[in-house]
């Protein structure tokens, strides 16, 4: 099915994990839904929908009211960014610095927290985890990061805590009790050797907490894929047995990875790749979506796995083609997007919105 042929009606914002309705349109152009697509949503899949931060479009990221929607409408995985608090437990956040992400900067008691850090090469001033105690960590309530696009967000700031890796991976067990297929987990090592330069190193508290939960080997209780953009991280988790995904951004120095030799080299020490979406299909002089690269063949040639990241379906993140005529935060052609990846053949999507990837997979699949 072709990007113009596709279509799928924008979901309206979910009023509650419970009470969730999304529909395809027009009608004529709706493939039925067979016996054979019930017993695959029961299933693993193969094309994979990973909730990225949890259904960060419909509440704030890293929270596990975000998590338990993104399994509830659709999602596999609970993908994870990963911290460390000063006293060593690994937290759900987008990044060190929580400033964009809690109510931190409006609590008088830890305004002398406020500082100026190094990361990777990038000047931050703010507030961090690794300044605070997880039972510190724990009084803040998390808030929209982006509410200029996501305004509805903002009507859940300060309902939810910052979640530990434990708290996600308890959720994502009950989860897949009450929804009868297993939700997995896709943690992240975030900022690794900046963590390392301040002795909080990341990769034995998770490993020690996968090996903990029966998270291990060939057959863990249930699916994992380990994350990182550096190399070295994912060559230290290498004792977990789980598969291992090597992020690639667009900048210049990830170009020697993206040929052939330099997939055969990460194949090395990965199981498959998390390339920036426009790796796989960038977009022309016009904003507007391109043709496939030659990435996700030789991944595959390579033996690799390839999840590109991320997907969202507002205007201000989509290609300029398949934008509608709403503002920035409007829904616009998403599942023509999703259809282009899946047609490439990727076997996974980051995404900010687990229903609409959901629902494009179901029609990508029952259209093949």
């Not at 113009?4 to 509650?16: G, K, Q, V, Y």
Request: glycine share 8%; with cysteine.
């Amino acid at each position: 099915m072709g990007r113009e042929t596709i279509h799928l009606m924008a979901c309206a914002d979910f009023p509650s994990a419970q009470a969730i309705t999304c529909e395809r349109a027009p009608a004529a152009a709706r493939a039925p839904r067979t016996d054979a697509a019930v017993r695959r949503n029961k299933q693993e899949p193969q094309l994979k929908i990973i909730s990225h931060r949890g259904a960060s479009g419909h509440r704030p990221e890293h929270t596990l009211g975000s998590y338990e929607l993104g399994a509830r409408v659709g999602g596999d995985f609970m993908e994870i960014d990963l911290v460390a608090t000063a006293d060593g437990a690994l937290v759900a956040r987008h990044e060190p610095e929580i400033g964009q992400t809690t109510d931190v900067s409006d609590r008088p008691e830890f305004a002398d927290r406020r500082t100026t850090r190094t990361i990777d090469g990038r000047e931050y001033t703010g507030w961090f985890t690794q300044d605070f105690t997880l039972d510190e960590l724990k009084t803040l309530r998390a808030t929209e990061r982006i509410p200029e696009v996501r305004p509805d967000n903002t009507a859940h700031d300060g309902v939810y805590e910052i979640p530990t890796f434990q708290e996600i991976v308890d959720l994502a067990r009950r989860m897949t009790d009450e929804l009868g297929r297993r939700i997995g987990v896709y943690p992240e090592t975030k900022h690794p050797a900046y963590h390392s330069e301040l002795g909080l190193d990341l990769e034995p508290p998770l490993l020690a907490a996968l090996l903990d939960n029966g998270l291990t080997g060939a057959e863990p209780e249930l699916p994992v894929f380990l994350q990182s953009f550096e190399s070295e991280s994912l060559r230290k988790l290498a004792d977990a047995g789980l598969p291992r995904v090597f992020l690639m951004g667009t900048e210049e120095h990830w170009r020697p990875y993206l040929t052939p030799e330099g997939l055969a080299g990460v194949a090395a020490f990965a199981e498959a790749v998390g390339p920036a979406k426009d790796l796989v299909i960038p977009r022309d002089e016009q904003g507007d979506l391109g043709e496939p690269t030659s990435l996700v063949g030789d991944a595959h040639e390579a033996g690799l796995l390839v999840h590109p990241w991320t997907f969202r379906s507002e205007n201000r993140f989509l290609p300029t083609d398949l934008r509608s005529r709403g503002g920035p935060g409007d829904f616009g052609g998403f599942a023509a997007e999703y259809d282009a990846f899946f047609a490439a053949g990727v076997d996974g999507v980051f995404t900010d919105h687990s229903r609409h990837a959901f629902l494009a997979r179901e029609i990508h699949l029952e259209d093949i």
